[in-house]
């Protein structure tokens, strides 16, 4: 599909996205559509908000949406899908999707959703992600200990027993996070999902075609236990780990002695590291192994911002088909705060070396997957599961918590 010339824009006036970007990232999506601009003529107007999630149903509703609307998760862009507010893609958009994306079938599924009329279409593409699946560690404690980073989750667990017979301490885990209190342990159990059982039954977990209880995710919730629930693995003790601050948790890499080795969290997390701290320096990561025992590939789970036609045009399908391209991707490459699963971009462009070191994750993936959580009901994703996670590292059965949960699911329906 060839960019559109500047008829379009001269006689309908300024093509307009809605988004959830303020500050730094607004300025760098800005960067962006100004290149759009600049390749096709169309004039674009771009309005960010921290209230996207209301005023975008308001809007959607009255008929007056934006041309395009940028969603913070694939949920709510398949509930406007469901109800009729969005246009399908080109057509050629998902083969362009599977041929350029690492993983791209992965987000082939992540942007197709069910239309009004219940037949699926391509509806979002992907266009800024961001990547969970990451353990943080200082290379000096690293360094002095002999320790190597581990390829594979067997590996990972050696490791872990090797510093425990060492006299050190392999984790600092802190699930508090004030309402929010619980979330940490979510993202580990959706990485253990993915690295015990097949994409396809991740999917019917979150969707809860699959329910809670099904032996497959009492045993991932096992598997998050197996590193929070054991005294000698956790700083402070399994004890401390729902009372710590997930902000103030990966501290204790920096601590003189360390307080451990090693902190499981997202990209973001270097934000909260101490002032001063100079990733790749002070703090590196790796990405949070598979079982080489499993054969289940390279999972990554991660999030990402989902870009739709939420008011059809010809400049709306010609805004698609721009951040396809290498140079929509490289400019935010070069403003910082992104990542891409577009294989034809020239790397060296990222702002700095950890964060391209961050893309080669994503790179890697041989499947991706969304937070399981955001795709959830709230009431479970943002409410019961993170309450579940917190009673099951105080000590419950997780079969018990993995019922609690799911009935509160039922009682959503």
């Known amino acids: 599909m060839a960019l559109g010339t500047t008829a379009f824009a001269d006689s309908h006036g300024p093509l307009t996205v809605f988004g959830t970007w303020l500050g730094p990232d607004q ?7 100004a290149g759009f601009t600049a390749a096709t003529g169309h004039e674009v107007s771009y309005v960010g ?28 862009a398949a509930d406007f899908a469901s109800g009729g507010f ?21 987000w082939v599924d992540l942007g197709t959703y069910a239309g009004k009329d219940g037949a699926d279409s391509l509806y979002g593409f992907f266009f800024k992600a961001d990547v969970k699946s990451l353990v943080w560690y200082s290379p000096e404690n690293f360094e002095d200990s002999d320790y ?4 594979t989750m067997e590996e990972l667990k050696a490791l872990t027993d090797q510093i425990v017979a060492d006299g050190g301490t392999p984790w600092c885990i802190g699930l508090g996070s004030g309402a929010a209190t619980g979330w940490p342990a979510t993202d580990w159990v959706e990485d253990m999902m993915l690295r015990t059982q097949a994409p396809d039954v991740y999917d019917r977990w979150v969707s809860n075609e699959m329910p809670f209880t099904d032996p497959a995710v009492v045993a991932a919730i096992e598997e998050f236990g197996a590193f929070a629930r054991v005294d000698d693995y956790v700083a402070g ?23 451990c080795y090693m902190h499981k969290q997202a990209s973001f997390i270097p934000a909260f590291f101490p002032e001063g701290t100079v990733v790749g320096e002070d703090a590196d990561f790796f990405y949070f192994p598979a079982y080489a025992s499993k054969d289940l590939g390279s999972p ?4 990402g911002t989902v870009w739709t036609i939420t008011n059809d045009s010809e400049a709306a399908h010609d805004l698609i088909t721009y951040i396809q391209t290498t140079e929509a ?36 993936a041989t499947t991706f997957r969304f937070d399981g959580s955001d795709l959830m009901p709230g009431g479970v994703g943002a409410g019961s599961f993170w ?27």
């Open 387 to 413: 309450t579940g996670m917190v009673d099951y590292t105080g000590g419950k059965d997780a079969a018990e918590v993995a019922q609690a949960i799911q009935d509160s699911w039922d009682a959503l329906k």
């Open 148 to 151: 190597d980073i581990p390829e």
């Open 300 to 303: 990554v789970l991660g999030a």
């Open 329 to 364: 991707n490289e400019i935010w490459m070069a403003k910082g705060g992104f990542l891409t699963p577009h294989k034809g971009v020239d790397t060296s462009k990222f702002v700095d070396a950890a964060t391209k070191k961050m893309n080669d994750v994503l790179l890697a």
């Open 27 to 33: 300025e760098a999506v800005e960067a962006v559509l």
């Open 237 to 259: 003790g399994a004890g401390a780990v729902a009372t710590t601050d997930f902000r103030d948790s990966p501290k204790g890499l920096f601590s003189s002695p360390a307080q």
């Open 49 to 76: 908000s921290d209230s996207f999630e209301q005023q975008i149903r308001i809007d959607a509703e009255a008929g007056s949406a934006p041309n395009i609307a940028v969603f913070p998760q694939p949920g709510l």
């Open 86 to 106: 969005l246009t399908p893609l080109a057509d050629g958009t998902s083969d362009w999707i599977r041929e350029n994306y690492a993983a791209g079938q992965s």
